[in-house]
């Protein structure tokens, strides 16, 4: 039987790597620059030697999924998975969310495995829409929030104006830990506010390694920098008079945003963003579980699973578990409980994975993830344990927004249509939705961004040898509903009732908002409760 983390020495042991874990993932608009400060951070905390090995663009080797033709392709991420930084005795655990301005619940479920976020905003365009989604995903669930202004290297907008739209629009005080000489595009080196230290910008051209740089006193820069200097001095002075000052108890509240200026391409501001890491943001803490109590990070092992993933590998057809640790010390081999269904589950064979990099593992802590192989008992969601039974709630199912109905080309591959139909569902790579009327062959797919399609067209042909015909619904909204409001709901026009496959939900299907508001004018007795907002 496995080990549980008992003894007075395993338990600080636990509790001491615990508090050296920073995991956290990058929230941004596509190109805001994530793959390039993913990189940066990689090249600043030398866990890979040349920039570009996260990026993988041109003839660099990626590190980036490559685990179907069709991202490749598209040149887009649309796995997640773990960059593990070990810096200044921390590690930073970076999880990855898909890059592609479409939308999967992948994205949202990685934010359900982090304890902190980087909002990642590029210096020209400020808060942009997949930004904002995705924030408001951190604020459901009271993820802080460290917000970096990237590309400080290129023309862009005032600081003032960005820190106040991100007051003004999202409602987070931003309390900047830097501040930028130099207006963006004239980048000139970046001032650290709590010790007043000046570090001066030296380019390297094309950006392919560390930017020089230079720290000078403030004379010297005042002397160097002239009147971009005295500029930086008044709007230093002005966020004095307003009171941004970096608050931990509200950073921690979600309320205030410790702010970062800084470029990822030459890496500039980006050592003060590990820095901020390390000392500012949260390390991995106690979990509450469904019933609401914390589970302390020395109690024996738990763990919960945010991802599941098949077939990431072509050579050995396999499915992944990616689960988050949330206490003890995991080791290679235990055999835990899977809390779902009290059955015993082997951790044989167990990988760190990032990209296309796999590596076992050996041990891990909280806040760490791991991949566990061969995971076909295992869902989203899934809490596995050792020790006494612990069960974390439930990651929340997102509100679909694009639905298709799924029927499989080829009659004759009906069993393998229905099978490959049930095991996306159980991975969560779409929602499936079924009725009576529409019966077991045309099933309806919901999903969250309609990317989700490609990734079952996809699937279906290859991995279960049933490609699949996908019709677009006319619907753009699901709403909960019970069965007393099913029937009047079905029968109206531009509605439709379904159950949703996993946990057994009805869904009202409707058209657009303009069907809905109508729909609870005139009969303001049914249910149509909203669903967890995903877009
Ligand atoms: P993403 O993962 O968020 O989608 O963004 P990515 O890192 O791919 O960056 C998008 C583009 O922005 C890239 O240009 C990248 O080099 C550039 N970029 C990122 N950070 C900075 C920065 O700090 N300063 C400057 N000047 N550029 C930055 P690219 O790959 O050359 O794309 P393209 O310009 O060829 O389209």
New binding site residues.
Partial sequence: MSTATGTAQDTAEVREAAAQRRTFAVI????????????ALALHAAAITSAGAV?G?GDRRGVTSDWMSMEQDRGISITSAALRITYDDCVLNLLDTP?HADFSEDTYRVLSAVDCAIM?L?SAKGLEPQTLKLFEVCRARGVPVVTFV?????PGREPLELLDEVEQQIGLRPTPLNWPVGIAGDFRGLIHRASGAYTKLHRTPG?ATRAQEEHLSAEQAAAVEEVAWDQAQEELALLEEIGAEYDPETFRAGISSPLLF?????N?GVAQLLRTLVDLAPAAEARLDTSGEPRPVDAPFSGQVFKMQANMDKAHRDRMAFLRVCSGRFERGMVLTHATTDRPFATKYTQAVFGSERSTIETAYPGDVIALVNASALRVGDTLYDGPKVQFPPIPSFAPEHFAVARAKDTRTDKQFRRGIAQLDSEGVVQVLSSDVRGEQAPVLAAVGPLQFDVVRGRMEQEFNAPVELSPLDYSIARRTDAASAPTLHSLSGAEVLTRRQDSELLVLVHNKWRLKVIQRDHPELTMEALLAGG
Avoid at 28 to 37: E, I, N, R, V
């Fill in positions: 941004s608009h596509p190109d805001a620059g994530k793959s390039t400060l993913t990189e990026h663009k890059g990642l590029d990237n590309k400080w290297d290129r950006g800084g470029a990822a391409l030459p500039f």
